[in-house]
């Protein structure tokens, strides 16, 4: 039963079905792909809510300093790239790290690798058109035209988001107002969820909150992978165009308004407030394996894949850089903390125009990345589909479009219905951390493989290092790093020393008798520096309070420890998946002394390992809930119907 499990396919019975047509349905699909397309396709999926977005809150935590992280990222997608190409080299069809798995690990790892991806494309997608939809409704409620007495085209609030976000927002507001908090001093974002939540239409007592722009959106660009590869292709060029050069304007124009006073101090916040956005500067990056799933529409895969990634990643990369420099350069990085950053920097220094520029291509650079990962997911249902662990129709291809049609149709319900109502937080983080995991596993397949003669090679192999002495003395490096330069934070992790709550956890975390004793404590602290004012807020009090002036502040109060401190269990828990990393560590170091692993694939599992470990341990349990549900799916279906089952029993 064991051995049936991780049952491999061999790359030489790949390639001869992918000649055949490879499955069930006669079709193929079409080779329409150059090194030019498979750029442009990576530059889509990679330039989208990282640069229009998430950049923002990433800036605003680790200052000018998150370039380091952008270029970390980009090294790290670089290891796991290399990666992908020696695969996608060896194995150019459709399936990506999921075909990939399959013939390092087998059968039981490749379908878990696959669920995964389902997870990481679905999710994205979500993410993607929740972005989407934001920077949409804002473009409309922009629109000026006198001539017609329109004056911004306002969407209701509850039409715009989803119901839990709109919730949580209601309850935070809540909060936040029996703090002391005006409804009129509330950030933007925690007033229109309320606003959304207050105002939404009923059905009993269920309040009817839903994303209507994000559902459009991905209709629209299911009907647009659904109709071929070609059109997809053309759509995703045009894009990129469009975005690119608003990105080269946005760099002409912005570098003039540099003021490097800014940039000091450069890392305001050390190495743990850059290292605060792995999630957001992550999920910039993701996308760039889904170009690996269109091998099979590929004119030559094995040469113009490796050279496809590669380029989108440099490319995306200093594009990046460029543009963190210059936000944080224009306005103070304590500034940036908003969801469309590169809007909002322009509006600062008065240039309306390029605010307006921004907006209509940021919806441009959604879209792209949106009809990438929507062209990719199907693909991998494909793939799985072939294999039999799917029902045969994900792999139908359209006779007269050439794509694969039922599993695209799934897809766009898959992804269309969640978007109505999922948050994008959790949704980020869940879609960041199945893509790591890929990475992982793609990395730890060409080690898997590195060694073994009768591997039918490809055109392209990562250039050989031998990592015998280089991983031990750089993890060596890294604990002497960390006793030396961050001896208190070190200590503190392995000592799970109990740190303080922050001041919006703290204060949301209060009853009212709590907030009644907060609020007696802040008069008293004012009445002796003589700041005496009415309607005090609790929140914006403590927050303006030095760390030290906080801390002492938490210490004098009445209020119990554990409202105060995070400590035992609850603050351990969140230190697992770090720990998890220590000890995979030694064991690949291990495995590098003894078998002199080759060190760029060892380099690329372990930092990405690193990020997936910076997730934290929701992340963790989110994720393994759906690969449990995943391995029931598989023993129920998929192992029954694997045609290396079924071929292994008429042998």
């Excluded at 119901?163 to 107002?177: D, I, P």
């Excluded at 703090?179 to 207050?198: H, P, Y």
């Excluded at 991998?380 to 294999?387: E, K």
Aim: glycine share 6%; charged share 15%; with cysteine.
């Amino acid at each position: 039963m064991f051995e049936k499990l991780f049952r491999k396919k061999s790359i030489a019975k790949i390639l001869e079905d992918a000649e055949k047509g490879y499955g069930d349905h006669g079709a193929s699909l079409h080779k329409t792909l150059g090194v030019r397309d498979l750029t442009a396709f990576g530059i889509a999926a990679i330039i989208g809510a990282g640069i229009f977005s998430t950049i923002g809150k990433a800036s605003a935590d680790g200052g000018p300093a998150v370039i380091f992280l952008f270029i970390f990222t980009a090294v790290a997608c670089s290891f796991a790239a290399f990666a992908y190409a020696e695969f996608a080299s060896m194995v150019p069809v459709s399936g990506s790290a999921y075909t990939y798995s399959y013939v390092a690990f087998g059968e039981l790892v490749a379908w878990i690798i696959g669920w995964s991806l389902i997870m990481e494309y679905a999710i994205g997608n979500i993410t993607v058109a929740i972005s989407w939809s934001d920077y949409f409704t804002g473009l409309l409620s922009s629109i000026r035209i006198p001539a017609f007495n329109i004056n911004g085209i306002h969407l209701p609030d509850w039409m715009t988001m989803d119901y839990l976000t709109a919730y949580n927002g209601h309850k935070h507001a809540e909060a936040l107002v029996n703090a002391g908090k005006s409804f009129a001093n509330l950030d933007d974002a925690t007033r229109i969820a309320n606003n959304a939540w207050i105002t939404a239409p009923k059905i009993g007592d269920f309040h009817i909150v839903a994303d209507l722009p994000a559902l459009g959106i991905i209709i629209f660009i299911t009907w647009l992978v659904y109709r071929g590869m070609k059109e997809s292709r053309n759509a995703s060029n045009a894009m990129v165009i469009v975005k690119l050069t608003v990105i080269l304007l946005v760099l002409a124009v912005g570098v003039f308004y540099v003021d490097t006073a800014n940039w000091d101090p450069f890392a305001p916040n050390g190495v743990s407030g850059v290292l605060k956005g792995v999630s957001a500067v992550f999920f910039a990056y993701i996308g760039f394996d889904a170009i690996s799933t269109t091998a099979e529409e590929c004119k030559n895969p094995q040469r113009d894949l490796p050279r496809g990634m590669m380029w989108a990643i440099i490319i995306c990369t200093v594009l990046y850089v460029a543009i963190a420099l210059v936000l944080t350069g224009i306005v103070s990085y304590k500034l940036l903390a908003v969801g469309d950053p590169l809007a909002f920097v322009f509006d600062q220094i008065d240039l309306k125009l390029m605010s307006g520029i921004i907006a209509v291509s940021a919806v441009f650079a959604m879209a792209s990345v949106l009809l990438v990962f929507q062209m990719g997911q199907p693909r991998i249902w494909m793939s799985m589909s072939r294999d039999g662990l799917l029902p045969k129709s994900f792999s139908k291809i359209h006779p007269k479009y050439k794509t694969p049609s039922f599993s695209t149709i799934v897809v766009g319900f898959v992804v269309a219905i969640p978007s109505l109502f999922m948050n994008l937080t959790i949704v980020t983080d869940l879609c960041s951390i199945g893509t790591l995991f890929a990475f992982v596993l793609v990395c730890a397949g060409v080690l898997v493989l590195q060694n073994k003669p009768d591997i039918q090679r490809g055109k392209f192999r990562i250039p050989y290092v031998n990592s015998k002495f280089i991983i031990p003395i750089l993890f060596i490096g890294s604990l002497f790093f960390g006793f030396s330069f961050y001896k208190k934070e070190t200590t503190a992790f392995i000592l799970n020393t109990p740190r303080i709550y922050e001041p919006v956890s703290f204060i949301t975390s209060l009853n009212d008798q709590e907030l009644s004793t907060i609020k007696k404590e802040i008069e008293i602290a004012q009445t002796k520096a003589n700041l005496i004012e009415k309607n005090t807020d609790s929140e914006a009090y403590l927050n303006q309070l030095s760390a030290e002036q906080y801390e002492q502040f938490i210490n004098n109060s009445e209020i119990t420890q554990e409202k105060k401190y995070e400590s035992g269990w609850k603050l351990f828990k969140h230190k697992i998946p770090m720990w998890i990393f220590f000890f995979i560590c030694l064991v690949i170091i291990y495995y590098c002394i003894t078998k002199n692993l080759s060190l760029i694939p060892v380099l690329g599992l372990m930092s990405c390992l690193y990020m997936m470990c910076e997730l934290g341990i929701s992340n963790w349990i989110g994720f393994g809930i759906w690969l449990i549900v995943g391995l029931f799916v598989y023993f129920l279906y998929g192992f029954k119907h694997s045609k290396l089952r079924l071929a292994e029993s008429n042998s």
